[in-house]
């Protein structure tokens, strides 16, 4: 089965409770997206997931050169940042469509759906 990145997005700017607006909005959240996590793992799609510290909390590394360069922060300024992701391996992008609209609903965020480079994408690519 294809594998799928869902990448949570959410606000950079955090206040208290993170991207929530209260404690219990929080609480709610995390407590659906662990029931959501759940049914990933009963349907047999749950591959990783995890949630990530603030982007303040951020080094980029640029490698490319002859020493690398190290700053803090990340490597884009923007207002969404990626907050967490769940790794999937389902049937096909509707499934996955449809996992990452429950997950949007449950943790009350954005999620970008992507698939992973396969072989076969790596080949088709060499052909061009």
Same mark, same amino acid.
């Given at each position: ?10 606000? &950079? #700017?955090?206040? /208290?409770?993170? &991207? ?6 929080? +609480? %709610? &959240? ?8 759940? =049914?990933?793992? #009963? ?6 997931? /995890? *949630? +990530? #510290?603030?982007?303040?909390?951020? =080094? =980029?590394? /640029?490698?490319?050169?002859? $020493? ?8 884009? #300024?923007?207002?969404?940042?990626? *907050? *967490?992701?769940?790794? @999937? ?7 996955? +469509?449809? +996992?990452?609209? %429950? ?5 009350? *965020? $954005? ?6 480079? $396969?072989?076969?994408? @790596? ?6």
């Amino acid at each position: 089965m294809p594998r799928y990145l869902m990448s949570v997005y959410g606000p &950079a #700017e955090r206040g /208290d409770y993170g &991207a929530y607006p209260s404690k219990e909005d929080m +609480l %709610q &959240a995390f407590a659906d997206t662990g029931a959501f996590n759940d =049914t990933l793992v #009963e349907k047999g799609y749950f591959v990783f997931a /995890d *949630g +990530l #510290e603030p982007v303040a909390t951020a =080094t =980029t590394v /640029d490698g490319q050169g002859a $020493t690398a360069v190290f700053q803090d922060g990340p490597y884009l #300024e923007a207002k969404e940042h990626l *907050g *967490g992701f769940w790794v @999937i391996d389902v049937p096909d992008l509707d499934v996955a +469509l449809d +996992l990452a609209a %429950q997950g949007s609903k449950a943790c009350r *965020g $954005t999620v970008e759906v992507r698939p992973f480079q $396969t072989q076969e994408s @790596i080949e088709a690519m060499l052909e061009r």
